[in-house]
């Protein structure tokens, strides 16, 4: 068994995941995240020892937001700042004395879903999250083992020359329109209480279309697998988003656009899931 860790710009997720059989989730406990590293690091300790308590720890995964670069340390991380440059990694495998990997939190949910969930079977697709940020992976299987992974910020390409002011500092990125906190600022309240007629869901489908036509232009792909808090509670939104596609599209096909079949968890597996597989890239 495996402890997975999967630590959002909002929330920390701790899941004891059994991926033998018909892999699982056993235990799963959630938290804030909080913007302090030293306080942070205290509260996914306890979380972590609370979870595992009475199982064999054969690893930890742990996924993040942002860049983690060659040895495993997270570099950048926009929505945590205080987190990056620190020693997360030798941290957690001093404490628990175990195999602990780190990895980007859009290359362990498309290993959740290339392995077990809407992906399974499937040569290559892009996995693209849409929730309190934007970003997304392509990911092929090499052959029953390997599994080439490269993910990429498309919610940070320049979409709209001098436009709206992104977390990252530039301006007019996908995610200045599309991520779930600049959702709140756009709607004046929380998404939650938005109907699925409201006119002003036009913009956001309009500017979703074209940032999944670019990632597609680049990526060319017959798969896409969505996951994130904003698509995965609006799914409406992909329904929309296919036949502007469609209109738009000139230079391949339109893709397959499907939600990820393991939802939220699609990270909490692929953090278990890596220690099955070699993930180059």
């Known amino acids: ?13 701790v899941g004891l995941v059994d991926t033998q059989g018909d ?11 909080p913007q302090d590293y030293q306080v ?12 595992s308590t009475g199982a064999e720890i054969e690893g930890i995964g742990a996924c993040f937001p942002g860049i983690i670069d060659q040895d495993d340390m997270v570099t950048t991380a926009n929505n945590l700042p205080d987190w990056a440059q620190k020693p997360i990694k030798q941290t957690l495998r001093e404490r628990f004395q175990t195999p602990v990997k780190l990895i980007h939190d859009v290359q362990a949910a498309a290993i959740g879903e290339a ?17 309190t940020g934007v970003g997304a992976g392509d990911i092929k299987k090499i052959d029953d ?7 990429f910020e498309n919610g940070h390409h320049i979409m709209e020359w001098g436009g709206k002011l992104c977390n990252c500092g530039q ?10 906190d ?14 699925d007629d409201d006119p002003r869901w036009d913009l956001i489908v309009e500017k979703a279309a074209q940032t999944i036509l670019n990632t597609l232009i ?7 697998v969505f996951s994130g808090g904003v698509i995965t509670r609006r799914p409406f939104l992909l329904e929309r988003v296919k036949p502007i596609m469609k209109q738009r599209l000139e230079l391949f096909p339109l893709p397959e656009m499907v939600l990820a079949e393991k939802g939220d968890h699609s990270a909490l597996f692929g953090c278990a899931g890596v220690f099955q597989i070699d993930l180059i890239g």
């Open 1 to 13: 068994m495996y402890i997975a860790i999967d630590i959002g710009g909002t929330n920390m997720r």
């Open 218 to 224: 680049f990526h060319p792909v017959d798969l896409f």
């Open 145 to 151: 083992k390997r599994y080439f992974m490269f993910s």
């Open 115 to 131: 392995l077990y969930g809407a992906a399974r079977g499937r040569s290559r697709f892009v996995y693209f999250i849409w929730g």
């Open 182 to 195: 600049m959702l709140r600022e756009y709607f004046g309240q929380d998404m939650r209480e938005i109907s």
């Open 171 to 180: 301006r007019g990125c996908p995610e200045a329109y599309l991520g779930g």
């Open 23 to 33: 892999p699982r989730i056993l235990k799963l406990e959630s938290r804030p995240v």
């Open 40 to 51: 942070g690091m205290a509260e996914l300790i306890d979380c972590i020892a609370q979870v």
